[in-house]
């Protein structure tokens, strides 16, 4: 099973932005899907971004137009690049990746926006 480590979260001003990172064990030529994922106090996890094979990504519509994915599929790190953050943008963001049936989750990292 892959395992995944996120970086790069912190406390950045309303406006601000962050680049987030999530190194693999192996290859991201080995993995099929790997997306974001965040979960702020008190409600659910919410569906951010999503890349499959290696596709453009697709987001969601909270985010769209201001947080964008990439895949260094030479290597083995994914990085979401977060843009015109807004306090409601504060949350723990989560990597995972699903490849052979197998779905895995990074640690988490926290991001907080202040207004």
């Known amino acids: 099973q892959v395992q995944l480590v996120e970086s790069g979260g912190g406390l950045v001003q309303a406006g601000g932005s962050l680049r987030l990172s999530c190194a693999a064990s192996?290859?991201?030529?080995?993995?099929?899907?790997m997306g974001w994922y965040r979960e702020a106090p008190g409600k659910q996890r919410e569906f951010v971004a999503i890349?499959?094979?290696?596709?453009?990504?697709t987001y969601a519509g909270s985010v769209k137009g201001r947080f964008t994915m990439s895949r260094d599929n030479a290597g083995n790190t994914m990085y979401l690049q977060m843009n015109s953050l807004k306090p409601e943008d504060t949350a723990v963001y989560y990597c995972?990746?699903?490849?052979?049936?197998?779905?895995?989750w990074g640690q988490g990292t926290q991001v907080a926006v202040s207004s």
């Open positions: 890349s499959i094979s290696g596709g453009i990504a």
């Open positions: 995972y990746a699903y490849s052979e049936s197998v779905l895995a």
């Open positions: 192996r290859s991201l030529r080995s993995i099929d899907t």
